[in-house]
T-cell receptor, first 112, second 113 residues
C-alpha cells in the first residue's frame, strides 16, 4: 500500500533552533504539498511543488521557512530560526497531477 | 478570510443515526469539493468528492449533497458507527483538482455506541 512517509513524527526543540522535516512522496506522484495544521487556523497550505519545481510558496513565512525538493523522492521543509508560534502539525501530501491528495501522518513540532 | 465555512465544530450522534456536516463557500470559481476524514495521529484521507455538475454523490453510507445556487454542500453519514468517530474536513478548489485546495476548519464527530 503506497503511502507518503514523513520524518520525524515528533520533534521538540528550543526556540531559535533549526528544524528540518522530511517527506518521501508516493513513487510516481509529481506534485508535493506542505500543509500546517493548528487548532486555530486549521489546515493551511504552505507551499507546493510540481515536478520538483516550486509553484507556490505564498502561504509560507519567507523569512524563516524554506521548502525544497532535492530529488523526486525527497521534499524538505526547514524552519530557521524556530519560534514557539511554529508549534503545529506539519503535513506533506502528494498527488499525481494534483488529484487526489494523499497525506502523510505528519510531523508534530513543539517549539519551547 | 475564511473561504470555506464548516459547521458544526463538533457533533455527537448515536450509533445508527445520521450525521450531517455542512459547508458553505463564496468563491464561484470553486469546482471541486472533496471531504477528508482524519483520525487522531493520522493525516487526512480522502473520503468522497463531488464536482458541481451533479447535485448528489453517494458512496456506501457516505453522501455528498451539493447546492450550486446556494453555494453549499454537505456530508451525510447514514447508519453512523463508532468507527466513524473522526474529524471531517470539507474543502474546495478552483482548478478542478487539489491545487489551491482550501479546507474548512473541521468537524469532530463522535458516534456513541
Amino acid at each position: 500500500d503506497a503511502r507518503v512517509t514523513q520524518t520525524p513524527r515528533h520533534k521538540v526543540t528550543e526556540m531559535g533552533q533549526e528544524v528540518t522535516m522530511r517527506c518521501q512522496p508516493i513513487l510516481g506522484h509529481n506534485t508535493v504539498f506542505w500543509y500546517r495544521q493548528t487548532m486555530m487556523q486549521g489546515l493551511e497550505l504552505l507551499a507546493y511543488f510540481r515536478n520538483r519545481a516550486p509553484l507556490d510558496d505564498s502561504g509560507m513565512p519567507k523569512d524563516r521557512f524554506s521548502a525544497e525538493m532535492p530529488d523526486a523522492t525527497l521534499a524538505t521543509l526547514k524552519i530557521q530560526p524556530s519560534e514557539p508560534r511554529d508549534s503545529a502539525v506539519y503535513f506533506c501530501a502528494s498527488a499525481n497531477s494534483a488529484l487526489p491528495l494523499h497525506f502523510g501522518n505528519g510531523t508534530r513540532l513543539t517549539v519551547t | 478570510q475564511q473561504q470555506v465555512k464548516q459547521s458544526p465544530q463538533s457533533l455527537i450522534v448515536q450509533k445508527g443515526g445520521i450525521s450531517i456536516i455542512n459547508c458553505a463557500y463564496e468563491n464561484t470559481a470553486f469546482d471541486y469539493f472533496p471531504w477528508y476524514q482524519q483520525f487522531p495521529g493520522k493525516g487526512p484521507a480522502l473520503l468522497i468528492a463531488i464536482r458541481p455538475d451533479v447535485s448528489e454523490k453517494k458512496e456506501g453510507r457516505f453522501t455528498i449533497s451539493f447546492n450550486k445556487s446556494a453555494k453549499q454542500f454537505s456530508l451525510h453519514i447514514m447508519d453512523s458507527q463508532p468507527g466513524d468517530s473522526a474529524t471531517y474536513f470539507c474543502a474546495a478548489s478552483p482548478q478542478g483538482g487539489s491545487e489551491k485546495l482550501v479546507f474548512g476548519k473541521g468537524t469532530k464527530l463522535t458516534v456513541n455506541p
